[in-house]
């Protein structure tokens, strides 16, 4: 089972022959493919997008995403800008 970025998404749906897009496209004919749900909303907001696609991207299995999950994120970035921080600071 995967989880697919927007970007590999847009490839794949531009007809991108790229390994990214060859992966997605085999992950779909094995079923193994779960959509996370930012980036059904991305892929929605396109207002180029064909009805007939949005609805397909829409019937992807949504991955639940559990609680506490923005919150590691953020915790995450934090700690990620801290390091960044103290390297700037050292190298100066």
Not at 2 to 24: H, K, N, P, R
Not at 34 to 39: E, F, Q, S, T, Y
């Amino acid at each position: 089972m995967i989880a697919v970025d927007t970007s590999t998404w847009v490839a794949f749906l531009e007809g991108d022959a790229g390994e990214d897009a060859q992966l997605l496209d085999k992950a779909l004919e094995d079923r193994q493919v779960v959509m996370v749900p930012v980036v059904l909303t991305e892929l929605l907001s396109d207002p180029k997008l064909p009805a007939g696609v949005a609805e397909t991207l829409s019937e992807v299995p949504l991955i639940e995403i559990g609680s506490g999950y923005c919150n590691e994120r953020e915790s995450c970035e934090r700690r990620c800008w801290r390091s960044a921080a103290r390297h700037v600071s050292a190298t100066r």
